[in-house]
């Protein structure tokens, strides 16, 4: 059967977004199971959204230094949601929020470039659990949502271009200020449509030309002055394109859809490509004529993309990722064997809900993990320090070691801070966040930074860990009159390392980590 002319029958608005809400319940369901989900840097980011709630109660340990910078997105709300209502459910709300803000940006950006409702935007349901998720990065994630809100919103007011450039000149200062990521974003997309636009024009002229050009550019006038004076803008890193290692690239692009549940990673990787290979030859996908450009750059900038830049970690990854949720957006589907099309839909609503059912079991087991951790650190001595040693520093594929992502427990011990216990594991860095150690807990920070980022990534053994605390305990002879009490977690979940620990006694041991309390010497 050869395919018909013109797209697949849109939805009603009404239906759809009861849809969507429904879909949208159903995908929170892993986060109903429990207030503290296993999820890498959420466990930093509560606590510092507590310290920015209760800055009086860290005082002793912690300064806050407001400053322009481009990753405040849980920063300038949830501290406020925090006084009404415990932390981690504060935190908690923001993961709805962002979550339910990714999926509806997706709907409504579609209804924008395309000129009516679709449910091919709804396919989005099935990135929401991705590799970037587990790893915690919240503000990245909200700025993502808010970023496809702000393109929608830009691409309605194509008509006027000084609403344009106003509106989305108000955008872009409120996505700068949720990440500089989700930023860059904006302004690959809107200025490869602005582009796409002018050459779609009858006549190329000037003038024209200066318009659209001015809706790029001026809206992100603001966002790069505020980088500039803020502490961000003098951060330095090396940056890693890796112009030989492409085919490791794409490898990255199918490890961001994996959370470590291999037979749900599986399913949602061959649903995906196997729709995408349908789609291809029987020609179903579409895009209108001036958002061409842009789905030929999207993939391009992630092929391109460095694997780290300016101190940022999971550049392809987030590339690649970003890029799925708005492809979904600015591709339309062509009626065509309407059965087939039915058929498939239904098939990628099974893979979604068997995608939430693993999730939500797997967050289930984590529960008591954390909530053993929780009880751990409630029991040590307020006043006291806690470090930690991990027994690698290697960041493998979800797909290759799925046990390493899921439970994703390597930075929980951030949560003894609530309990009043020093953690200089916590990632406060100058320049990415407003709450930092005071001086005199500088030094600490930076020795339980150089073991995690040094210059090689390594497998940690019984040596190794035995040497590391002794130089601990030799660089700061003062840590017993400095604290009530010295901790260390060892990251081990696989039990390869030795219980025995010269100097220190062993007092817990806890699901991927064991406690030790240092002995007088």
Known sequence: MTAQRGPVQGGRPLTLWAVWLIATLVASLPLFVSSIPPLGQHFYNIVRIDILAHPVSYAGDFVVRWDPLPDLAMDLTVPWIAKLMPV???????????????????????????????????????????????????????????????????????????????VSSCSALLIYFCHLFPLAVFALVTGTWELGCLLQEDKFRIRSMFRHASATLVPLILPVVLLAHSSTGGLRGSVDFGFIHLFAKVSRWLDVFAIGNPPADIAILASLGLTLAVGFLLRWWTCQPECRITVIALPLVALFAPFSAFASYGVVERCALSFAFLLTALVDVRASRPRLQRAGAVALTIVFLFRIATVTADWRAAKPAIQAYRATFASLKSGSVLFQYKQDTTYPSPRTAPDRWNPYLDKVVALATLDRVLVPDLYLKAGQQPVLYRTKNAALRKFQDDIENGDKAFRANDDMLRAWAANLQKTFPD????????????????????????????????PEHRLYRMLPR
């Open 88 to 166: 981690e459910w504060a935190a908690w709300l923001f993961i709805v929020v962002e979550l339910a803000l990714i999926s509806s940006g997706c709907l409504i950006l579609s209804r924008a470039l395309n000129g009516r409702w679709s449910w091919f935007p709804l396919t989005s349901f099935l990135l929401l659990y991705n590799w970037i998720l587990i790893r915690g990065y919240d503000n990245f994630l909200f700025g993502i949502g808010l970023c496809l809100w702000a393109i929608a919103l830009h691409v309605t007011l194509r008509r006027s271009t000084v609403a344009r450039i106003a």
């Open 479 to 510: 840590l017993p009159t400095r604290f009530t009490e010295v901790y260390l977690a060892v990251f081990d979940p696989q039990r390869r390392l030795s219980e025995t620990l010269a100097g220190w006694q062993l007092v817990a041991t806890l």
